[in-house]
């Protein structure tokens, strides 16, 4: 098997977003509509935040990728993810989930476990106990934050069987799993990367993982492989990330910098500074 060059990949996919400039159409919380808005301008898709049931369906037949956060989330909300999920699966249109919060109330388990049980999920990106939940393994999430969780792999490995996509689990090594790569044909032996980019400043904001979610879906607007898109993903956002903080006095100064490095982020800095392996690959026997 040929080694994949993650970071190659990663500065084509940015190419081709800010080329195509897809619409990524977000069903998202109220706490970071405007810092998604931004980060997917800064990436170079174009956002647009719609959940009303009136119209998610057209809105979806626009979209190069559909984002569904769950962070606020209320019945007519829920309605509004299932019907546009719905239409997008029949556009053949990919949907990401972002999980926040699963395990810590009924609500918010019983709303995840709808989504993966209605729709056909291209990625799922939580942190590690929001996956670990998903997947029935032993996790502790309080409020909208993971508090431990064993194996994050593993975790991020059972979702993504269970979807058939990919599936991120989120932390201070950022483990990503997916199906079998298609070059492949194999069933069952799901693909496994690690990406080191990032610094410990994005868990001092609120919305660095629902950014980070956004992005997935503007990769996966010109990634048709979910696993790759994922990677592609974290490494573009953990770079930025790191680029902030070199610069950033605190939380406030670095929620800002995060905005202009990710519209900063280029060919020349992902080459030079992506950290990331696939460190188990679907082969032939």
């Given amino acids: 098997m040929t080694e994949l060059d993650l970071a190659e990949l990663t500065a084509a996919s ?5 080329k195509q400039t897809p619409l990524i159409h977000n069903i998202t919380n109220f706490v970071v509509m405007n810092d998604t808005a931004n980060v997917l301008l800064a990436i170079g898709a174009s956002p647009v935040m719609a959940h009303a ?4 369906r057209e809105m979806v037949s626009y979209a190069g990728a559909l984002v569904l956060n769950i962070g606020t989330l209320d019945d007519d909300w829920v309605e509004s993810m299932l019907i546009a999920g719905l239409e997008a699966n029949e556009r053949g249109v990919p949907v990401v989930l972002d999980p926040v919060g699963a395990g810590a109330t ?17 990625a799922v990106r939580g942190n590690a106990g929001e996956l670990a939940s998903i997947a029935g393994m032993v996790a502790k999430v309080r409020g ?13 490995i059972v979702v993504a069987r269970r979807t058939g996509g990919a599936a991120v689990a989120s932390g201070a090594i950022d483990h990503v799993a997916g199906a079998p790569s298609p070059a492949t044909g194999l069933a069952g032996v799901p693909r496994l990367a690690e990406v080191r980019n990032g610094d410990p400043m994005m868990g001092r904001i609120t919305g660095s993982g629902c ?14 492989d979910p696993f790759l898109a994922s990677v592609e ?3 573009a956002f ?7 903080a070199r610069i ?5 100064t670095f929620r800002a910098n995060l905005i202009d490095a990710v519209a900063n982020l280029d060919r020349t800095a992902i080459l030079a500074g992506a950290r990331a392996a696939i460190i188990r690959e679907s082969q032939p026997a």
Avoid at 106 to 122: G, N, S, V
Avoid at 144 to 156: G, K, L, W
Avoid at 238 to 244: F, R, T
């Fill in 14 to 18: 940015l190419e081709r977003i800010r």
């Fill in 53 to 56: 049931i009136s119209e998610v």
């Fill in 106 to 122: 009924a609500f918010r388990t019983a709303t995840t476990q709808q989504i993966l049980d209605t729709l056909k999920l291209a």
């Fill in 144 to 156: 909208v934050d993971s508090v431990s969780a064993d194996a994050p792999d593993r975790a991020a």
């Fill in 211 to 224: 950014m980070a979610t956004a992005l997935v879906g503007a990769f996966l607007a010109v990634e048709p």
């Fill in 233 to 235: 993903a974290m490494i």
């Fill in 238 to 244: 953990g770079l930025a990330g790191e680029a902030a």
């Fill in 248 to 252: 950033s006095a605190g939380p406030g």
